[in-house]
């Protein structure tokens, strides 16, 4: 299964954005999903899940501010909406299974959180 991120853009600090990861195939059989970012200089970090089942975890980061969410069955499509966003949310956000596996990593969408 590929999956594409898209959604990112520019936005000011406050604001809110909503991102989709759109796969080539189902994700009903994927478990866990997830949205992961890499801000400039740093490691790539897991900010929010998502099991099959609907339960959902978020880094401490982002919670109460992001929501992740899931359609398995007619979209095949994962969302992140982000509000609240500060400029330290900024970062190229990705979508992928959890634990990622060993494939490359699809392209990811870049969020810029400025004035």
């Known amino acids: 299964v590929q999956l594409q991120a898209s959604g990112g853009g520019l936005v000011q600090p406050g604001g809110s954005l909503r991102l989709s990861c759109a796969a080539s195939g189902s994700i009903f059989s994927i478990n866990v999903m997830g949205w992961y970012r890499r801000a400039p200089g740093k490691q790539r970090e897991l900010v929010a899940a998502i099991t099959s089942g609907g339960s959902t975890n978020y880094a401490d980061s982002v919670k109460g501010r992001f929501t992740i969410s899931r359609d398995n069955v007619n979209k095949n499509t994962v969302y992140l909406q982000m509000n609240s966003l500060k400029p330290e949310d900024t970062a190229v956000y990705y979508c992928?299974?959890?634990?990622?596996?060993?494939?490359?990593w699809g392209q990811g969408t870049l969020v810029t959180v400025s004035s």
């Open positions: 992928n299974k959890v634990p990622p596996p060993s494939a490359p």
